[in-house]
């Protein structure tokens, strides 16, 4: 088919945002698709029969040497134009996926070799948005209708106190806020009933058996940041603070590679020190229980 003499040409692309601590990763084209440097998104062409999911997780890792998780949602562009390289009338429906890689994937760098991609790099978004570096339109348009996956997460959390010390487990560098001291606990899982799921945590956490008392509150926290996993989220946690007992013993965390990476028993007197800085859930749950 042509139109006004030029050949037309329809393409259909697969493409992912991957952003990050106020970072995207982007891809910068080959000189034989643009004289001056310009960068876009990782992706491109879906081969006929293939999924456009499985499109996007091939491309990513040919341009980058990362492997890519995509989300089930998807954001489509059609654009058309004149492509002066080939003379022809081009159709570009391009499917832009929100994506992520693990956070301690390694430096991205070109897998394929003469292709449409010469280079990789994380730029800050700060950037991006300002012109400092030079992005095509599917960039500009694709962040645009970019946001965070809103993820809502219920978990539990035990107050066990002995004497003038609380029982908290630390964050591992795998969990949000790693660093912090908090309470022993975690995810409810899906069919658990809170009570199965704090034994279950505190058991993991502390190496303790732990027998379950009332529900002194219920508390929770909304921010948005970069998941452990890698993904840009929109998170709520909502946490049901119980009061608990656990059998005499020395704590110790029985859980490998998990979010806590320590657990002691920590006077009240030293919490918010530098040693012992705690999460929000640790001075909630202490009000709880004293009601102020």
């Known amino acids: 088919m042509t139109d006004g003499g030029l050949p037309r040409r329809q393409r259909i692309g697969a493409y992912a945002v991957i952003a990050r601590d106020g970072m995207v990763l982007l891809c910068r084209l080959a000189p034989w698709l643009s004289e001056t440097p310009l960068w876009t998104l990782p992706g491109g062409g879906v081969e006929f029969g293939e999924d456009p999911r499985d499109a996007v997780v091939r491309e990513v890792q040919e341009e980058t040497g990362l492997d890519a998780m995509i989300g089930d949602t998807a954001h489509v562009h059609s654009v058309r134009f004149h492509a002066s390289n080939s003379g022809t009338d081009m159709h570009s429906v391009r499917i832009v996926y929100d994506g992520w890689v693990p956070r301690d994937a390694p430096e991205p760098h070109v897998v394929e070799r003469d292709g449409s991609t010469v280079d990789v790099a994380w730029f800050p978004l700060a950037d991006v948005a300002s012109g400092a570096v030079t992005v095509s339109g599917l960039v500009s348009d694709a962040l645009a209708a970019h946001a965070p996956a809103a993820r809502q997460r219920l978990a539990v959390y035990a107050l066990v106190r002995r004497g003038d010390e609380v029982l908290l487990t630390r964050i591992s560098a795998t969990g949000a806020h790693p660093g912090a001291w908090t309470l022993p606990g975690g995810g409810v899982d899906h069919g658990e009933s809170p009570a199965a799921a704090l034994v279950r945590e505190v058991r993991e956490e502390t190496g303790l058996e732990a027998s379950v008392g009332d529900l002194l509150g219920v508390h929770d926290e909304h921010f948005t940041g970069t998941a452990p996993h890698g993904r840009e989220e929109d998170f709520h946690g909502v946490h049901l603070v119980f009061a608990a ?31 012992f800085s705690v999460s929000e859930v640790v001075t909630a749950a202490l009000r709880m229980r004293t009601g102020r």
Do not use: F, I, M, Y
Request: charged share 15%.
């Open 245 to 275: 007992t656990v059998v005499d013993g020395v704590p110790a965390v029985q859980e490998v590679a998990g979010t806590t990476d320590a657990v002691a028993w920590v006077p009240l007197a030293e919490l918010g020190s530098g040693t």
